[in-house]
C-alpha cells in the first residue's frame, strides 16, 4: 500500500498553510490557515471495505510545565506522547484521496463538528483535551487541526498520517471518539497501511 501528498513530500517540512500556527518574529506564532493536506492512496488490497485516516504527533511534550514559556525551552531530554491531530474513519472503499482543504480551511474556535467532515466519521483530536477550560476555545475539535508545536521547544515534531485499509465497511465508534478509541476498534481489521510523514517547528533556532 502506498500513500501521497500533494501538499509535502515524505519526510520534508510541512507548509504552514497546514498547519494551526507559523513562527512570527513580534509574537513567537500567529494562526495560520489550518487547511487540511491532500492524501491519496493505492495499492491496498483488493478485500478492502473502507479506509481510516489518523495523523498523530509522537513528538508532544509529557509535560507542559516549560511549553511556551518566557525565558525555558522544552529540553529534548523529555519523554514525548503521542498527540492526535486527525482521526477519520469509515472511509468508503471507492474513495481514494482527500483534497487539500476539503476537510479543514480555517481555525474554528471551539472547535469543528463531526458533520463537517465530508466523507466518513470523524473523531476529536487533542485540541479538545488542550483547551479544555478555555472560555474562548474549548470545546470538542472534530476532524483536522494542524501542527502547533510549542515555540520553544528544543526538538522538531513529526506528523505521521497513516492511512488503513480495513476489511469491514466501517468501525464500531460513536460521539466524541479518539484517535485511540477508534485505533482499538479498528485493530483487528486492519488488511494493510501506509504512511507519509511531515516535520515542522515554530521555534527559529531549529534548523529543518
Not at 498523530?56 to 511549553?67: A, R, T, W
Not at 531530554?77 to 471507492?94: E, G, K, M
Not at 482543504?101 to 485540541?127: E, M, R, V
Not at 478555555?134 to 510549542?150: L, S
Request: hydrophobic share 35%; net charge negative; proline share 8%.
Amino acid at each position: 500500500m502506498k500513500v501521497i501528498s500533494q501538499s509535502f513530500k515524505d519526510q520534508t517540512v510541512i507548509p504552514g498553510e497546514f498547519a494551526f500556527a507559523i513562527q512570527d518574529p513580534a509574537n513567537h506564532l500567529a494562526l495560520s490557515s489550518n487547511k487540511n493536506p491532500h492524501l491519496s492512496w493505492s495499492e491496498f488490497p483488493q478485500n478492502t471495505q473502507s479506509f481510516a485516516v489518523i495523523c498523530h504527533d509522537p513528538d508532544v511534550p509529557s509535560q507542559g510545565d516549560n511549553v511556551n514559556q518566557e525565558g525555558k525551552v522544552v529540553p529534548a531530554s523529555l519523554p514525548r506522547v503521542d498527540f492526535y491531530h486527525w482521526v477519520l474513519v469509515n472511509i468508503p472503499a471507492s474513495i481514494h484521496s482527500i483534497e487539500a482543504g476539503s476537510h479543514s480551511s480555517s481555525i474554528t474556535p471551539k472547535g469543528k463538528t463531526a458533520t463537517a467532515s465530508p466523507i466518513g466519521l470523524a473523531g476529536i483530536n487533542d485540541y479538545t483535551a488542550w483547551f479544555n477550560g478555555d472560555a474562548e476555545m474549548g470545546g470538542n475539535y472534530f476532524g483536522y487541526d494542524g501542527p502547533c508545536p510549542p515555540w520553544n521547544d528544543e526538538i522538531k515534531h513529526h506528523y505521521v498520517f497513516t492511512v488503513y485499509a480495513l476489511d469491514t465497511p466501517s468501525i464500531q465508534v460513536t460521539g466524541a471518539f479518539t484517535g485511540a478509541d477508534a485505533l482499538g476498534a479498528m485493530k483487528q481489521h486492519i488488511l494493510d497501511q501506509a504512511t507519509i510523514t511531515g516535520i515542522y517547528s515554530l521555534n527559529p533556532g531549529i534548523q529543518l
